[in-house]
Each structure stands twice: as C-alpha cells, then as structure tokens.
C-alpha cells in the first residue's frame, strides 16, 4: 500500500457516533489516508477457518457462509454478508467515502476496496428510526394503557431484529457463536461462519483447535 499510495499512513481510532442518529455507531479498526484516496476507513477480519488456508478461493467454494465469495470478476466480499453491512455502517457513521476491507493469514491477504452503498444504507436505517419513534410514542404515558397489543408487537419485532443481527441499530449485534467445551480452550469461542457450519451443534462440542482429529478433518477438506 505504501508503494501503491503516496502519503499512505494507518491511525488507530475509536467508536464513532452518527451525528443524526445517536442510537446508531461504529467501531473500524482504523482510519487510513493517502495524498490520492484522502481518508477511508478499515475494517480486518481473520477469520478460523482460513488460518491454515493456502487460498481463500478454495473456502469460498467450500463454504457458503464464508465472507468471500467467487465471483466471476474475481474473489470479493458477498453483498449479503454481514460484514458488508458493518462496512457500510462504518462509511456512513464516519462519513468517509470509502473502506478497505482486509481478509488475512500469515500466508495470503485479501484487500478489497468498498464504495457507499446509499441505497442499501438508507432502507437499512428506516427500519430501526421508524421502530424506536414509535415504541418510544407509545411508552408516552396518555398512550400507553391504549395501545398494548400494538406495542407487543413492536417488542417482538425488537428481539426478531436482534436475533438476526442485523447490524443497523448498532455494530454491537453479532454474529451467533458457538463456544468450545474444554475448559483450557485457548481460543473458547468461534463465529460460526468461521468454522463453515449454518447452525450451532446440540449437547457438547470440542474445536477443531482441541480435537486433533477434527482439525485434520477441516484442513483436508478445504485443501480439496
């Protein structure tokens, strides 16, 4: 990057707040600034099932659930993903143009340049603006013993949003993650989409990281 941009320097920064919607914030790893970009902001991602990977093509086409995805121009983030949505949060909290997402190993990097997704961004945060006016409407004493089944069901549409960890209330809503069982596990717990798996397992589960025999089972499947 040095190389590629004059100027080019990394700040370490902290959590942003969206200036018309304080229930609203973002937390990028950094902000970057170049002399021919100006200042973008970056987000890291490392995730498990890549730390032994030769290639990121080969989990992509092993796992739908992982980030990045082969696309016909190439390797690059899924519009769907999660991430995508916090990327685009970051750019719009910190009004910055544009965002530098980074996948990575000790081996391979994947650096891939992000531009505001206006329309995306904009629907995102109607949903969380028109809920919170409305229960905080009907949280109004001279409304409130009037309209309880409606707020009810504000409420359920709360959780359902948070569940689904959306992303557009806050970064704060996560991922699901699944936690290792061994007590003296060094990492304890993992995204599932790190481990390539759509749902957490039932009853007692042991990492790749701590059950031999399973890390050998994931490595050779994404050396296929």
Not at 115 to 126: H, K, Q, R, V
């Amino acid at each position: 990057m040095i190389r590629q941009h004059a100027e080019f320097e990394i700040k370490p920064c902290g959590f942003f707040v969206d200036s018309n919607n304080s229930y609203i914030g973002a937390t990028p790893d950094g902000l970057i600034k170049c002399k021919c970009c100006g200042t973008g902001v970056l987000e890291i991602k490392c995730p498990y099932c890549a730390k032994e990977a030769d290639t990121l093509n080969d989990i992509a086409d092993f796992s739908k659930q992982f980030c990045l995805q082969n696309q016909p121009s190439g390797l690059q983030l899924s519009r769907n993903h999660q991430y995508y949505m916090q990327c685009q949060l970051q750019m719009h909290v910190t009004k910055h143009l544009y965002c530098d997402f980074v996948v990575w190993n000790r081996a391979i990097i994947h650096i891939e340049r992000l531009e505001p997704d206006n329309i995306l961004i904009t629907e995102a945060l109607e949903k969380p603006r028109i809920l919170l006016t409305c229960a905080f409407y009907l949280s109004l004493p001279e409304n409130g013993s009037h309209n309880k089944e409606i707020l009810a069901k504000l409420k359920y549409h709360h959780r359902i949003m948070k569940m689904k960890a959306l992303g557009v209330i806050a970064e704060s809503h996560k991922e699901v993650m699944v936690g290792c069982d061994n007590e003296k596990c060094a990492i304890k717990w993992f995204h599932l989409s790190c481990l390539g798996m759509s749902e957490a397992p039932s009853g007692k589960w042991i990492c790749p990281t701590c059950h031999p025999a399973k890390k050998q089972k994931v490595l050779k499947m994404l050396s296929k």
